[in-house]
């Protein structure tokens, strides 16, 4: 069978799971969404957000890409997060790396592989931030695991030096914002920081509203 075909019959079983249990469940679910989150995670196929946090459709409002990065000259990323701060409002962001990421791993690799050397310099500019630190840890295993945690919260300082971050806290006092790892070995996820709005930012990176 045409591996696209189970997963279209995948679907029809899981719509009429939902049906058997609640007869309006996508009738509902159709009229609006009102999530609770936004989540910055990796495109990993290993790390669905809505699964590993056992999470329904509707409660999560959804951005990957590779190694989870926040880049302020990416229209995409930005584009999601001022949907979801500005019209979804919503209260939390979470910004989930994962460990054995392939995208840091490649970031430690001096081999060139094409256009996501542009993509993961972001990473690079992590890994020398914290260059010091990162040389100490003498297993690939663990270098490749403390980059990805130092990457997250280099990401999550990234979200606060935007506009759209600080004019919501400046506005409505939101949103609250997370930055967690997700373990493939144990299935758990470590939080490692969580900032509440109107920290104290820096002058270079700190707008005036």
Known sequence: MDRTKKLLLENKAWAQSRIDINPEYFSDMAKDQNPE?????????????????????????????IANLVVNTDINFLSVLSYAVNTLQVPHIIICGHYNCGGVRAALSPNSLGLIDNWIRNIKDTYQIHKLELEQVQSEKEKINKLVEYNVLEQVKNLVHTAIIQKAWHERHAP???????????????????????IEIDSAHRYEF
């Open 176 to 198: 609250r914002i997370h930055g967690w790892v997700y373990d493939l070995d144990s299935g758990l996820i470590k939080e490692l920081v969580s900032i509440k709005p109107g």
């Open 37 to 65: 989150y936004l989540w910055v995670g990796c495109s990993d196929s290993r790390v669905p957000e809505s699964e590993i946090t056992n999470s329904n459709p509707g409660q999560i409002f959804v951005h990957r890409n």
